[in-house]
């Protein structure tokens, strides 16, 4: 059984910068991308980055786009999530997701169906 740990979260003012990491307790041969979701209070879950375990192909949500980075340290079985010019509304608990149950996607990459593992998720929050 994969577990996800994320750690990174925490306090900062607009404007700064965050970076968050999740260590899957183990590799597993069938993963085939990660991602960071999140919720803020009163909201549903919503995609923020993905990334193929080969750490190539990101791809983001148009609201991080330009300002966070999803990247991946195989050796480490760790992905992260560089957070920069962060917002009020980024506040939210993030959440890592690993896909292994298959290499086909039969949603878009930013749903969270295509997802089997979850992490407890970290919170971030940005004040004013």
């Known amino acids: 059984q994969v577990q996800l740990i994320e750690s990174g979260g925490g306090l900062v003012q607009a404007g700064g910068s965050l970076r968050l990491s999740c260590a899957a307790s183990?590799?597993?041969?069938?993963?085939?991308?990660m991602a960071w979701f999140r919720q803020a209070p009163g909201k549903e879950r919503e995609f923020v980055a993905a990334i193929n375990w080969s750490g190539d192909n990101p791809y983001y949500a148009d609201s991080v786009k330009g300002r966070f980075t999803i990247s991946k340290e195989n050796a480490k079985n760790t992905v992260y999530l560089q957070m920069n010019a962060l917002k009020v509304e980024n506040t939210a608990v993030y959440y890592c997701?690993?896909?292994?149950?298959?290499?086909?996607?039969?949603?878009?990459?930013?749903?969270?169906?295509?997802?089997?593992?979850w992490g407890q998720g970290t919170q971030v929050t940005v004040s004013s």
């Open positions: 997701a690993e896909k292994t149950s298959s290499a086909i996607y039969q949603h878009p990459r930013n749903s969270e169906a295509e997802y089997d593992y």
């Open positions: 183990e590799h597993t041969f069938s993963s085939y991308a």
